[in-house]
Nanobody
C-alpha cells in the first residue's frame, strides 16, 4: 500500500505558476511510475504527465513546454511545476502511483488538489 498526499494547489492568475507536491507514505524508488492526472468539471480524468522509475517522462500535448514533472526519491515526493498557467488548466489534480505486484499492476491515488486559474 502507498498513501499519496497532494499539496500546493490554489488560485492563481493566468500566466502565473504553481508547484504541486505529492508525498508518498513509503519509498517511491521501486514504483514503476508516478503520474499527475487532472479532471475538470464535466470532463473525464486525463493524464497530464508521467515519470517512470528510470526517469523517463512524457507530457500531454496541452502542457508540453509549460509543465515539468520531477521526483525526489530521498523525500519520497513527486513534483509538478506548472508555468504559464491558462484558464483551461483549471481542474482537480490527482497524483497516481503504479506498482507492479507479481504479475499485475496496482494503482494508487491521492485525494486531489484544486487548481484554479483565473483569466
Amino acid at each position: 500500500q502507498v498513501q499519496l498526499v497532494e499539496s500546493g494547489g490554489g488560485l492563481v492568475q493566468a500566466g502565473g505558476s504553481l508547484r504541486l507536491s505529492c508525498a508518498a507514505s513509503r519509498s517511491i524508488s521501486r514504483l514503476n511510475a508516478m503520474s499527475w492526472y487532472r479532471q475538470a468539471p464535466g470532463k473525464q480524468r486525463e493524464l497530464v504527465t508521467r515519470i517512470t522509475s528510470g526517469g523517463a517522462t512524457n507530457y500531454a500535448d496541452s502542457v508540453k513546454g509549460r509543465f515539468t514533472i520531477s521526483r525526489d526519491n530521498a523525500k519520497n515526493t513527486v513534483y509538478l511545476q506548472m508555468n504559464s498557467l491558462k484558464a483551461e488548466d483549471t481542474a482537480v489534480y490527482y497524483c497516481n502511483a503504479v506498482e507492479r505486484v507479481i504479475t499485475s499492476f496496482v494503482n494508487y491515488w491521492g485525494q486531489g488538489t484544486q487548481v484554479t486559474v483565473s483569466s
